[in-house]
């Protein structure tokens, strides 16, 4: 939260966009939907924020995510999966799209296959045996297909974690399904780097970030 979500919140809000943090459950706190329990509450925020569009006077078609490492494979999958019913609906809120209109991942966690899979996000969600069918359905390049919002990456070619194959699978997934895609790669700058350590490249990227969200007409 402190080197990531409250640092791209305040950045978002000084563009004129209004941000909300998303604190997910995990898949081994023991929650009676395991692995499922991250993309029900990111399909849930999705809809919550769109219920709120009236009242806040936001822009129901205008409702992006923006995601780090793990938190970048949740909103991948979110954006790939919207149509992927994770509970039952429970109100009107429920009728809303989980469907977000652009996304952001910023050294995220891609693919649950070898020889990627040596993963906090992988061993969390699948853990250390799965099944080849596990691995399909919890990888986001396996459920890219036209009609998936645009995609914005984030990668440093250095990153121990999160390997920059990564993002390189993701993009050519996205670029065969004529899916929106820009990557943006740093030859240095690891891994957790958030919005930019200051007098590095990577500080560069939410100002590219923004860039991109203008030729969207995301931002105006």
């Known amino acids: 939260m402190a080197n990531e979500a409250r640092p791209a919140a305040h950045w978002l809000t000084d563009q004129g966009v209004t941000a909300f943090i998303l ?29 709120m569009a009236a009242t806040l006077h936001l822009d129901p078609r205008r409702m992006g995510v923006l995601g780090f490492s793990a938190g970048g494979h949740l ?6 999966r919207s149509d992927f019913h994770t509970y039952p609906a429970t ?42 069918e596990a691995r399909d359905e919890w990888s986001i390049q396996t459920h890219v297909q036209r009609g998936c919002p645009p995609m914005f990456l984030v990668e440093a070619d250095d990153d121990p974690i999160c390997k920059p194959a990564h993002t390189r ?49 995301v931002l105006t």
């Not at 997910?24 to 809809?47: F, S, T, V």
């Not at 009107?92 to 469907?99: G, L, V, Y």
């Not at 699978?169 to 930019?196: N, T, W, Y």
């Open 75 to 80: 909103v991948g999958l979110a954006s790939v």
């Open 91 to 132: 109100d009107q809120i429920d009728d809303q799209s989980a469907r977000p209109d652009f996304a952001a991942l910023i050294y995220p966690v891609v693919t649950l296959e070898p020889p990627l899979d040596h993963t906090s996000t992988c061993h969390e969600l699948i853990g250390d045996h799965p099944s080849p």
């Open 169 to 217: 699978i993701l993009e050519a997934a996205c670029l065969k399904a004529d899916v929106p895609v820009e990557l943006v790669r740093f030859e240095s700058g690891g891994h957790g780097f958030g919005m930019g350590r200051p007098a590095t490249p990577e500080m560069m990227w939410p100002d590219m970030y923004r860039t991109w969200l203008s030729r969207l007409g």
């Open 23 to 51: 604190t997910y459950r995990l898949p081994r706190e023991g929650w009676h939907n395991g692995p499922l329990a991250p993309l029900q509450d990111a399909q849930r925020a999705i809809r919550i924020m769109r219920s």
